[in-house]
């Protein structure tokens, strides 16, 4: 091979063959002109310059159809949130599949992909590219697609099969399985909440604990707690325990949860919290805030009620109004509380909060709000008033359990019926924040075997994992498949 070089390079050859480095030379020549002749393939397929290097999905929103007890169809919305799909992507194989098979009732033709990557990503159909944008553009997923990464230049492109899987059979089935909970205590009413900590193991790696109180009046009227670790899987509970540290009684029924804690008002209205690691026994006062009622938090805000309006704090001692219309509809008991965060903003958050009121006997009532972060859009609680078009209010039950699950509300409780007896409908969920609220006939059941005569049950959620905890002590642990 002959190599032509510009004339000012004759003036080095001269020079280095003077010098006796005509050798070294030619032997540098020779190996750069054979590494810009030679290209690997293989070099060329595995080129940084055209990669998928992270893969997710946006939230995925489906309307599914369902029967309710009369037979009619009922259209609800139901919300996988895109953390919980989580994806491997082989770069040897070139492939990006789902680890988790997802539920079998997910609809997979608008999925949102995002992704990180080296160079431009296209969907491939028939020989077509079609250019995506992370976060922006949703494809169909609902079978195995060909995604193409090619790099800036042109020169470089990579293919990778993109695969979600999906369950065969039916999903949100409960399968409910009846423990035999010899330590659990627990007689008439009764508050079911689940708590979570972070903490550090000894090696310095987080560890999260997430733990199951189940409150209660023992047989003299004082405030007991009862809990249990979901490592145990409520097959194990500490010994019904009278709270302790309070300058008052503890009102059961006003328990929350906030940032990391469990909140509570005696009957002077004191404000109290206790930890997870002190298991909801003992009691530290954090405010005299003279509260009638705890109502629930937004995440940033924790929410009472005084007696003339509904306020909210940040700190515990500072209290701002955050409510003054239809105060006679607030939640009294079975009140629950659930927020989550906007998918388009972030500082922009959606609460819940209902209940049993007194100044409705025919429904329960809901109640929502929005809240902002930085304080630039902050809404009072509203009242979602029952009009006479609207037949699917709030079931209005002896009591009410409450859950939120997939992006839905879910509620059980007691029907009271004309002979003295009760009965389970069977849960309800709502969609659309607590306003319309349908009975599931055909998934979402309860057990066989819990019968209503034997008094008040709570339901609550740990992961995937339903505990539904009845008065006596009886204890059904469901797996949602």
Same mark, same amino acid.
């Given at each position: 091979?002959?190599?032509?070089?510009?004339?000012?390079?004759?003036?080095?050859?001269?020079?280095?063959?003077? %010098?006796?480095?005509?050798?070294?030379?030619?032997?540098?020549?020779?190996?750069? #002109?054979?590494?810009?002749?030679? %290209?690997? =393939?293989?070099?060329?397929?595995?080129?940084?310059?055209?990669?998928?290097?992270?893969?997710?999905?946006?939230?995925?929103?489906?309307?599914?159809?369902?029967?309710?007890?009369?037979?009619?169809?009922?259209? &609800?919305?139901?919300?996988?949130?895109?953390?919980?799909?989580?994806?491997?992507?082989?770069?040897?194989?070139?492939?990006?599949?789902?680890?988790?098979?997802?539920?079998?009732?997910?609809?997979?033709?608008?999925?949102?992909?995002?992704?990180?990557?080296?160079?431009? #990503?296209?969907?491939?159909?028939?020989?077509?590219?079609?250019?995506? &944008?992370?976060?922006?553009?949703?494809?169909?997923?609902?079978?195995?697609? &060909?995604?193409?990464?090619?790099?800036?230049?042109?020169?470089?492109?990579? %293919?990778?099969?993109?695969?979600?899987? %999906?369950?065969?059979?039916?999903?949100?089935?409960?399968?409910?399985?009846?423990?035999?909970?010899?330590?659990?205590?627990?007689?008439?009413?009764?508050?079911?909440?689940?708590?979570?900590?972070?903490?550090?193991?000894?090696?310095?790696?987080?560890?999260?604990?997430?733990?199951?109180?189940?409150?209660?009046?023992?047989?003299?009227?004082?405030?007991?707690?009862?809990?249990?670790?979901?490592?145990?899987?409520?097959?194990?509970?500490?010994?019904?325990?009278?709270?302790?540290?309070?300058?008052?009684?503890?009102?059961?029924? $006003?328990?929350?949860?906030?940032?990391?804690?469990?909140?509570?008002?005696?009957?002077?209205?004191?404000?109290?919290?206790?930890?997870?690691?002190?298991?909801?026994?003992?009691?530290?006062?954090?405010?005299?805030?003279?509260?009638?009622?705890?109502?629930? $938090?937004?995440?940033?805000?924790?929410?009472?009620?005084?007696?003339?309006?509904?306020?909210?704090?940040?700190?515990?001692?500072?209290?701002?109004?955050?409510?003054?219309?239809?105060?006679?509809?607030?939640?009294?008991?079975?009140?629950?509380?659930?927020?989550?965060?906007?998918?388009?903003?972030?500082?922009?958050?959606?609460?819940?909060?209902?209940?049993?009121?007194?100044?409705?006997?025919?429904?329960?009532?809901?109640?929502?709000?929005?809240?902002?972060?930085?304080?630039?859009?902050?809404?009072?609680?509203?009242?979602?008033?029952?009009?006479?078009?609207?037949?699917?209010?709030?079931?209005?039950?002896?009591?009410?359990?409450?859950?939120?699950?997939?992006?839905?509300?879910?509620?059980?409780?007691?029907?009271?019926?004309?002979?003295?007896?009760?009965?389970?409908?069977?849960?309800?969920?709502?969609?659309?924040?607590?306003?319309?609220?349908?009975?599931?006939?055909?998934?979402?059941?309860?057990?066989?075997?819990?019968?209503?005569?034997?008094?008040?049950?709570?339901?609550?959620?740990?992961?995937? &994992?339903?505990?539904?905890?009845?008065?006596?002590?009886?204890?059904?642990?469901?797996?949602? =498949?």
């Amino acid at each position: 091979m002959f190599v032509l070089l510009p004339n000012y390079l004759y003036c080095v050859f001269a020079y280095l063959m003077e %010098k006796r480095y005509f050798r070294l030379l030619i032997f540098c020549l020779s190996v750069s #002109v054979l590494a810009s002749c030679v %290209k690997d =393939k293989d070099d060329e397929e595995r080129s940084p310059y055209c990669a998928i290097t992270a893969f997710s999905v946006g939230s995925i929103i489906t309307y599914v159809t369902t029967t309710d007890a009369a037979g009619n169809n009922i259209v &609800t919305r139901r919300v996988v949130s895109g953390n919980d799909i989580p994806f491997s992507i082989d770069q040897q194989a070139s492939t990006i599949t789902s680890v988790n098979a997802l539920p079998n009732w997910i609809s997979l033709n608008k999925v949102v992909p995002v992704f990180t990557s080296y160079g431009n #990503v296209y969907l491939v159909i028939d020989g077509a590219y079609y250019g995506i &944008t992370s976060g922006t553009d949703s494809i169909d997923v609902s079978e195995p697609r &060909t995604l193409a990464c090619i790099s800036t230049d042109g020169g470089y492109e990579k %293919k990778y099969t993109l695969a979600i899987n %999906k369950k065969v059979d039916a999903s949100d089935m409960i399968a409910w399985e009846r423990l035999s909970v010899a330590d659990l205590q627990l007689e008439g009413s009764h508050r079911a909440l689940m708590l979570s900590a972070m903490y550090q193991d000894v090696n310095g790696a987080d560890s999260l604990v997430r733990r199951m109180f189940v409150f209660s009046n023992n047989a003299v009227g004082n405030p007991q707690v009862t809990s249990t670790t979901e490592r145990s899987q409520a097959t194990t509970w500490t010994e019904p325990t009278e709270l302790t540290g309070a300058e008052g009684v503890i009102d059961c029924n $006003s328990i929350t949860v906030h940032k990391g804690k469990l909140y509570a008002v005696d009957q002077e209205g004191k404000l109290y919290s206790s930890t997870e690691k002190e298991k909801g026994m003992v009691w530290t006062k954090v405010a005299d805030a003279q509260l009638q009622r705890l109502l629930g $938090s937004d995440g940033l805000n924790l929410y009472g009620y005084d007696g003339t309006e509904i306020l909210g704090t940040q700190d515990m001692n500072t209290w701002i109004g955050a409510g003054q219309a239809d105060l006679s509809m607030l939640p009294s008991t079975s009140t629950y509380s659930y927020y989550y965060t906007s998918k388009t903003n972030a500082d922009l958050t959606t609460a819940m909060m209902g209940g049993i009121s007194e100044g409705n006997t025919a429904y329960g009532v809901s109640w929502y709000k929005m809240t902002s972060a930085v304080n630039e859009y902050n809404q009072p609680w509203s009242y979602i008033q029952v009009s006479g078009d609207n037949t699917h209010g709030l079931p209005h039950f002896q009591e009410l359990s409450t859950i939120y699950y997939g992006g839905n509300l879910y509620t059980m409780g007691r029907r009271a019926l004309s002979d003295g007896t009760f009965k389970f409908d069977g849960f309800y969920c709502s969609t659309d924040n607590g306003i319309a609220w349908h009975l599931q006939s055909e998934k979402w059941l309860l057990p066989t075997d819990l019968n209503a005569n034997a008094g008040p049950a709570s339901v609550v959620l740990i992961g995937e &994992t339903l505990y539904l905890v009845q008065s006596g002590g009886a204890v059904w642990r469901g797996a949602i =498949k």
